[in-house]
């Protein structure tokens, strides 16, 4: 079973690359942010407060992302595999996620960090706000205040997974054909 983290800050191009993979690798996206948009489409209660704290840019609390990871494997059972889009955060959600794992009988093939600058960043979701109607991806601010808490909370990440020899880094500049062959090429040596 091929389980990759795909890995970046927000407008990284990890929704892009993760469509490309699925085609490629036939696995199953597990993206927390599409599953929250859900929850918040359909003004759940987890939604509702998922909403508020993503308005501010603050990430939504641990338990709740690993009920609906847990949730969704579950739901998946029979798949070649999982891209984790925006889970783990944390060094805490990466060792619940690995238990899980282990739990299934399966684990971490890779962790694939796409790197970009702050500033390609904020244009690429300024640009996507404007498509999309995210409010999220509408406000310099708010997408600052986001890049903010990943290079604090998140990025640190990595090292977790460098640890293992799982962490494999590649420049998220770049057309999208080229990128996707860098990530593939990672994938090709696992």
């Not at 993760?18 to 690798?25: G, Q, R, V, Y």
């Not at 109607?133 to 977790?160: C, H, M």
């Amino acid at each position: 079973m091929l389980n990759l983290v795909l890995f970046g800050p927000p407008g990284a191009g990890k929704g892009t690359q993760s469509e490309m993979l699925i085609k490629t690798h036939n696995l199953v996206h597990l993206s927390t942010g599409d599953i929250l948009r859900k929850e918040i489409t359909n003004k759940t209660k987890l939604g509702l407060e998922a909403k508020k704290l993503m308005d501010q840019g603050i990430l939504v609390p641990d338990n709740v992302v690993i009920g609906m990871i847990d949730s969704q494997l579950e739901n998946n059972i029979k798949s070649n595999g999982f891209i984790f889009d925006g889970f783990p955060r944390t060094k805490e959600q990466a060792l619940a996620l690995d238990k899980l794992l282990l739990k299934k009988n399966t684990a971490i093939s890779a962790m694939i960090s796409l790197k970009v600058d702050d500033q390609e960043l904020i244009k690429r979701l300024l640009e996507r706000g404007e498509i999309s109607g995210r409010s999220d991806d509408q406000n310099e601010e708010i997408i600052s205040n986001r890049i903010s808490e990943y290079n604090k909370k998140t990025a640190p990440l990595k090292l977790f997974y460098n640890n293992q020899q799982k962490l494999y880094e590649v420049n998220g500049l770049g057309t999208i054909n080229d990128i996707t062959m860098k990530v593939n090429t990672v994938i090709n040596k696992l």
